[in-house]
Structures are given as structure tokens and as C-alpha cells.
T-cell receptor
Framework: SQQGEEDPQALSIQEGENATMNCSYKTSINNLQWYRQNSGRGLVHLILIRSNEREKHSGRLRVTLDTSKKSSSLLITASRAADTASYFCATAAGSNYKLTFGKGTLLTVNP | EAGVVQSPRYKIIEKKQPVAFWCNPISGHNTLYWYRQNLGQGPELLIRYENEEAVDDSQLPKDRFSAERLKGVDSTLKIQPAELGDSAVYLC??????????????FGPGTRLTVL
């Protein structure tokens, strides 16, 4: 079963613009992670935010977490054509930190 | 350092045929995961191994799916017999450390299975 739900399902922007994707989840978590998946490839871990953190940055990525609303957002600034991919949020929960993925947001960055 | 290796990358079979996928995790990673990713969906965990032991196989359809990780290194996931609904990408991932703490999972490129 899917825990996270990304919004929007698809997003198309121009190179240089910012892209924002949202994720909502249902149960308590240990941490929330964002992954990228290029067409036909495996997933690449982008960034992790712990349940006691509110914001985290990594290069052009900014992640926020609001545990009261059970939601997170991923912001990619100054997007590039190479950022075109599917982006998934995944929540880690329980003593085993089991990962549960959302359905993903398909981001298309047009040159 | 080599990443997670999976083979084959693509497999097309007729329904009711058996199929097997192989995964070699990153050297030294003692936790191995198999996920299934249906089209337009996120990956869903099928089974998790810690060394040789399957510690979470609650999502594995045991009537037709089986997995093994002999010697606690590489792993094989088998489907017998395959059904049309098994068409998906099968992803393998590995991480260092054991359950009870966060350890980043590294994913292989996956095997895309098409059942005709």
C-alpha cells in the first residue's frame, strides 16, 4: 500500500524556473526521503529529512516537513533539462525504518 | 565502487512460464531489498533480507513468488508461474547496517518484466 501521495502527478516547466512538488502521508514517520528516477533507471536518493527537522537544503534542493499536517515539499531551484525525471517521496516508519513510496511526480523541464 | 547489479535488464515471457531475477548488492551491504514497481506507481517492498535471513516478506505473494539469498550476498527472486499482472519493474536495493536505524538504500537499475 502507498503511504505518500505526491502532488501534482505531472509538472512541466521551463529551464531556469523553480519546481515544487508536494507529498502527503498518513502515519507517524521516522524520516521522509525524496528520490529521483530517470526513465528506465533505478532510484537515486536525493535528500532525507528527519521527523524533528523542518527544513533541509542540499545544493539546488530544499525540503520542508510539517509533521502536524503530515506533508512535505521538495523545491528544485533554477531547474535544468537534466532534472527531467520522476520524483518520489518515501516515508520511513516503524522500528525497521521500512520505506513506503508515493506514486511520484513526473517533472519535465523544457529547454 | 560498483553499484547494485541486476540481471537481466529486460525479460519477456509467456504467462505461466517461470522467470528469475538476480541481484548483486554493493559489497559489504548486509541488507538487501526486492521491490516491485508497477507502471505509474512507486516501488513496493516485496522482501527484505538481513544477511541470509528474510526478516520481512509480508508483501511477497508466496503462492508464486520465492526468493533466496544464500551466503548473504547475492539474491534471486523467482516467479513461477508468471501471470499477466506480474508485468512490472523489479528493483533490488541494498544498505549497510541492520534494521533499527536509518541506512540509505542504494537501488539497482531494475529488471523490466513483460508477461504476454
Amino acid at each position: 500500500s502507498q503511504q505518500g501521495e505526491e502532488d501534482p502527478q505531472a509538472l512541466s516547466i521551463q529551464e531556469g524556473e523553480n519546481a515544487t512538488m508536494n507529498c502527503s502521508y498518513k502515519t507517524s514517520i521516522n524520516n521522509l526521503q525524496w528520490y529521483r528516477q530517470n526513465s528506465g533507471r533505478g532510484l537515486v536518493h536525493l535528500i532525507l529529512i528527519r521527523s524533528n527537522e523542518r527544513e533541509k537544503h542540499s545544493g539546488r534542493l530544499r525540503v520542508t516537513l510539517d509533521t502536524s499536517k503530515k506533508s512535505s515539499s521538495l523545491l528544485i531551484t533554477a531547474s535544468r533539462a537534466a532534472d527531467t525525471a520522476s520524483y518520489f517521496c518515501a516515508t520511513a516508519a516503524g522500528s525497521n525504518y521500512k520505506l513506503t513510496f508515493g506514486k511520484g511526480t513526473l517533472l519535465t523541464v523544457n529547454p | 565502487e560498483a553499484g547494485v547489479v541486476q540481471s537481466p535488464r529486460y525479460k519477456i515471457i509467456e504467462k505461466k512460464q517461470p522467470v528469475a531475477f538476480w541481484c548483486n548488492p554493493i559489497s559489504g551491504h548486509n541488507t538487501l531489498y526486492w521491490y516491485r514497481q508497477n507502471l505509474g506507481q512507486g516501488p513496493e517492498l516485496l522482501i527484505r533480507y538481513e544477511n541470509e535471513e528474510a526478516v520481512d516478506d509480508s508483501q511477497l505473494p508466496k503462492d508464486r513468488f520465492s526468493a533466496e539469498r544464500l551466503k548473504g550476498v547475492d539474491s534471486t527472486l523467482k516467479i513461477q508461474p508468471a501471470e499477466l499482472g506480474d508485468s512490472a519493474v523489479y528493483l533490488c536495493a541494498s544498505s549497510s547496517g541492520l534494521a533499527g536505524s536509518y541506512n540509505e538504500q542504494f537501488f539497482g537499475p531494475g529488471t523490466r518484466l513483460t508477461v504476454l
